[in-house]
Antibody, heavy 117, light 108 residues
């Protein structure tokens, strides 16, 4: 069965960096695009980034463009999100998800990122 | 950016009743809309894609309809496990993919 397991969250100071990982299993990882979606505590869902299956194309929401970098290692079945210049408004649970042409058909359990000011 | 507005914010119903949740797009998105269910402490779960296609394994009491700017998620004969927050998401014009703000379906 499809499994996505995020790791790498934690508490970081304003301006700091974190690298999230998402280990995938149960499907042909290299064949699918992958998303990062975040959810601030008690709030709704916010799409963050998408990377295509071959790492050829990356997309970001405006508020993270230039600060976050999505990448993947298809040999390791792992998705990454490098987050630099973190701000308090980046505080959220970060989910990775498998792309189904736009909708996300499988989600990880999430990892919490807290940015302190 | 396409804005999705969900209504109502909160819907209070009893088990056995039918829930009707609305999602309105700021401009036409054809049928490129998905619906998700999220329970407390859990990740979202995809229910419906392309407005009316139910994901394999989702109970038939869940159905989606609509096109253009107005969409509906209908849950017939509510079960206790259906009480959760529901989100719509568009894939017509991206980036960014956008979500509605959510509708909380609570037990009356």
């Amino acid at each position: 069965q499809v499994q996505l397991v995020e790791s790498g969250g934690g508490v970081v100071q304003f301006g700091g960096s974190l690298r999230l990982s998402c280990e995938a299993s149960g499907f042909a990882f290299s064949d699918y695009g992958m998303h990062w979606v975040r959810q601030p505590p008690g709030k709704g869902l916010e799409w963050v980034s998408l990377i295509h299956s071959d790492s050829g194309n990356e997309y970001y929401r405006d508020s993270v463009e230039g600060r976050f970098t999505i990448s993947r290692d298809n040999a390791k079945n792992t998705l990454y999100l490098q987050m630099d210049s973190l701000r308090p408004e980046d505080t959220a649970i970060y989910y990775c998800g498998k792309d189904r042409g736009g909708p996300i058909d499988y989600w990880g359990q999430g990892t919490l990122v807290t940015v302190s000011s | 950016e396409i804005v999705l507005t969900q209504s109502p914010a909160t819907l209070s119903l009893s088990p056995g009743e039918t829930a009707t949740l609305s999602c309105r797009a700021s401009r036409s998105i054809s049928t490129w809309l998905a619906w998700y269910q999220q329970k407390p402490g859990q990740a979202p779960r995809l229910l419906i894609y392309d407005a009316s296609n139910t994901v394999t394994g989702i109970p038939p009491r869940f159905s989606g309809s609509g096109s253009g700017t107005d969409f509906t998620l209908t849950i017939s004969s509510l079960e206790p496990e259906d009480f959760a927050v529901y989100y719509c998401q568009q894939r017509f014009n991206w980036p960014p993919f956008t979500f509605g703000q959510g509708t909380k379906l609570e037990i009356k």
